[in-house]
């Protein structure tokens, strides 16, 4: 498969610093190496940079940096627009306002191709406020709201050219969501799948559903990967950790899954905060994660030896 690395080192839409250098970790973890080895031929366009900001303010005085994060909705739209044609595009975040920008582009080449766009967002929270119900005012907790056209964003961010039916929507991992949230998405038909129910039923059949719905529309399918979706003891580095995430074999039998499926197209990582990271520890991680998903087995994976 050909593969193009995109780093958007975008913190914006984040209230701690150090996402910024999110692309940067999960280079020197190897991502780029580890995808050859795998057999794909992968191209790396370096960093996307905005080093401007529109004149946009909104009545919620607790927004931030709506006018920088308007413009890397834009960019990142054209981006993923232009570079998910013959190819997998990987973002590397950055935090998580980026599937914004990503998943409105996707979705504009999905709808120019006659086919519906899928998302599954893997995280431990719903990023479903808009402008108007954010209490904290970070923007990467507007997306799925944001390229679902909910009301509320009208003239602040792009205007979308093709959205996500909500009903294309799966959540995994679910386990902090705010009272807002919690009562747009009552009147929605997006997939909400929170820790409970892998708990009690299990990671494979929830995606198993997903993935065959996906397959039977003929859908693109597109991987939303937020590091919070993971337990902080197994994946400390994100400044939004919440207990009780998916473990170390739930994360990657999810991996497994989807390359079984041969219907991922595309995939943010997002929220990776080097400096909160342990010897680099959440950014290899991660790159285990995507090994998985394009294609590494169990029995391949590299080991340590200690003869």
């Known amino acids: 498969m050909k593969c193009t690395l995109i780093g958007v080192p975008v913190q914006d839409g984040a209230s701690r610093l150090g996402c910024e250098m999110g692309p940067s970790a999960l280079r020197t973890a190897g991502i780029g190496p580890t995808l050859r080895d795998l057999g794909h031929d992968v191209s790396d366009l370096g960093d996307i940079r905005v080093d401007d900001a529109l004149d946009r303010r909104h009545p919620?005085?607790?927004v931030h940096d709506l006018g920088k994060v308007a413009l890397w909705v834009e960019r990142l739209a054209e981006t993923a627009y232009a570079h998910s044609d013959g190819a997998m595009p990987i973002f590397l975040g950055g935090d998580h306002v980026l599937s914004a920008g990503t998943v409105a582009g996707l979705a504009r080449r999905a709808s120019e191709q006659g086919r519906p766009l899928f998302v599954l967002w893997l995280d431990a929270h719903t990023d479903f406020h808009t402008l108007e119900t954010t209490?904290?005012?970070?923007?990467?907790?507007?997306?799925?709201?944001?390229?679902?056209?909910?009301?509320?964003?009208?003239?602040?961010?792009?205007?979308?050219?093709?959205?996500?039916?909500?009903?294309?929507?799966?959540?995994?991992?679910?386990?902090?969501?705010?009272?807002?949230?919690?009562?747009?998405?009552?009147?929605?038909?997006?997939?909400?799948?929170?820790?409970?129910?892998?708990?009690?039923?299990?990671?494979?059949?929830?995606?198993?559903?997903?993935l065959e719905k996906v397959a039977a529309a003929n859908g693109r399918l597109h991987v939303s990967f937020d590091v919070d979706f993971l337990d902080p003891e197994f994946a400390?580095?994100?400044?939004?950790?919440?207990?009780?995430?998916?473990?170390?074999?739930?994360?990657?039998?999810?991996?497994?899954?989807?390359?079984?499926?041969?219907?991922?197209?595309?995939?943010?990582?997002?929220e990776l905060n080097p400096f909160l990271d342990e010897r680099g520890r959440t950014a290899s991680l991660l790159v285990d994660l995507v090994a998985s998903l394009m294609g590494r087995r169990i029995l391949d994976r590299p080991t340590r030896s200690f003869r």
């Open 236 to 270: 400390p580095a994100v400044g939004t950790t919440v207990p009780g995430g998916a473990t170390f074999r739930e994360a990657h039998l999810v991996m497994e899954m989807l390359h079984d499926s041969g219907l991922v197209e595309s995939l943010d990582l997002v």
């Open 60 to 62: 919620n005085d607790a």
């Open 135 to 210: 209490g904290s005012g970070n923007l990467h907790g507007i997306p799925v709201a944001y390229f679902t056209n909910q009301p509320g964003f009208g003239t602040y961010l792009p205007a979308l050219e093709a959205q996500v039916d909500p009903a294309n929507v799966c959540m995994l991992g679910i386990r902090s969501v705010d009272p807002a949230e919690r009562s747009a998405l009552a009147d929605l038909p997006i997939t909400v799948h929170d820790m409970r129910a892998l708990d009690e039923r299990g990671v494979a059949p929830l995606l198993g559903a997903f």
